[in-house]
């Protein structure tokens, strides 16, 4: 096995994540704590042993069935506050909650429920976060089981986060939908590079959404605690940048 991830930290700049139309999204220059700093330079693709995205299931659940939807009718995408979609002309308008949500109720209705029970406006990612925390581990609540470790996650399950604290930005959070088991990251013992499914304005690593923003795929990496195997901090460009502490809570959408 490989090093924990508690290096220098000399390595890599930050990067702030977009989620919900940020103004203005900063580079923090120091990391949160040392030991969540990345110590090298990402490796090429070709050695990070990531699945291709052929590999991916679209038919495992109702949620990667309606993701695998709009990737296949997909004609225009865009990253927006609003949201508008009109699947038979492949037009898919919404940022990273508004997507979640859209999707969730077509493929997860109680858990699309549960997530916007007792909310004024429709659920952000802050939302996402903190009610999927909330959520049992063993049992299903109200549509929603609530997944432990990095390395239990599945295709079709959520991943969410605050906004780190140090990123000045008026977005939550973010939210997006998994679509390959982890993987080991070259190198660490307790990092994961995961592809996802969400919809942003800033590039992931290895992004589908290139001189485009809105629905696309993406890796990023899941930082997690050693003895626990629960995720501490995340990657928004998988290797090639710092990662964040933040609360981030992994969840399992079922029919």
Same mark, same amino acid.
């Given at each position: 096995?490989?090093?924990?991830?508690?290096?220098?930290?000399?390595?890599?700049?930050?990067?702030?994540?977009?989620?919900?139309?940020?103004?203005?999204?900063?580079?923090?220059?120091?990391?949160?704590?040392?030991?969540?700093?990345?110590?090298?330079?990402?490796?090429?693709?070709?050695?990070? #042993?990531?699945?291709?995205?052929?590999?991916?299931?679209?038919?495992?659940?109702?949620?990667?069935?309606?993701?695998?939807?709009? @990737?296949?009718?997909?004609?225009?995408?865009?990253?927006?506050?609003?949201?508008?979609?009109?699947?038979?002309?492949?037009?898919?308008?919404?940022?990273?909650?508004?997507?979640?949500?859209?999707?969730?109720?077509?493929?997860?209705?109680?858990?699309?429920?549960?997530?916007?029970?007792?909310?004024?406006?429709?659920?952000?990612?802050?939302?996402?976060?903190?009610?999927?925390?909330? @959520?049992?581990?063993?049992?299903? #609540?109200?549509? *929603?089981?609530?997944? @432990?470790?990095?390395?239990?996650?599945?295709?079709?399950?959520?991943?969410?986060?605050?906004?780190?604290?140090? =990123?000045?930005?008026?977005?939550?959070?973010?939210?997006?939908?998994?679509?390959?088991?982890?993987?080991?990251?070259?190198?660490?013992?307790?990092?994961?590079?995961?592809? =996802?499914?969400?919809?942003? #304005?800033?590039?992931?690593?290895?992004?589908?959404?290139?001189?485009?923003?809105?629905?696309?795929?993406?890796? =990023?990496?899941?930082?997690?605690?050693?003895?626990?195997?629960?995720?501490?901090?995340?990657?928004?460009?998988?290797?090639? *940048?710092?990662?964040?502490?933040?609360?981030?809570?992994?969840? #399992?959408?079922?029919?």
């Amino acid at each position: 096995m490989g090093p924990r991830l508690t290096l220098s930290a000399a390595a890599l700049l930050g990067l702030a994540a977009a989620c919900e139309t940020p103004k203005k999204s900063p580079l923090p220059q120091r990391p949160v704590r040392p030991e969540l700093t990345l110590a090298n330079a990402a490796p090429a693709r070709e050695d990070r #042993r990531l699945p291709d995205d052929a590999a991916i299931d679209w038919s495992a659940t109702p949620v990667m069935e309606r993701l695998g939807r709009i @990737a296949s009718t997909l004609v225009e995408a865009e990253y927006t506050y609003g949201l508008s979609v009109n699947e038979k002309k492949g037009i898919y308008r919404f940022d990273c909650s508004g997507m979640a949500q859209w999707v969730l109720r077509r493929s997860a209705p109680v858990a699309a429920g549960t997530m916007a029970y007792g909310l004024s406006t429709r659920p952000l990612a802050r939302d996402f976060q903190r009610r999927i925390a909330r @959520a049992p581990v063993e049992r299903v #609540r109200g549509g *929603w089981q609530r997944v @432990a470790r990095v390395t239990d996650l599945r295709p079709g399950d959520v991943v969410a986060w605050l906004k780190p604290v140090e =990123i000045e930005s008026p977005n939550t959070g973010h939210v997006a939908f998994v679509l390959l088991p982890p993987v080991l990251a070259p190198g660490y013992e307790n990092a994961y590079l995961v592809r =996802i499914a969400d919809s942003t #304005r800033l590039l992931h690593d290895d992004d589908t959404r290139v001189g485009r923003s809105g629905f696309g795929f993406g890796t =990023i990496l899941l930082v997690a605690d050693p003895e626990t195997g629960a995720p501490v901090a995340f990657g928004w460009v998988g290797l090639r *940048w710092r990662a964040f502490e933040t609360p981030i809570s992994l969840g #399992r959408p079922l029919k």
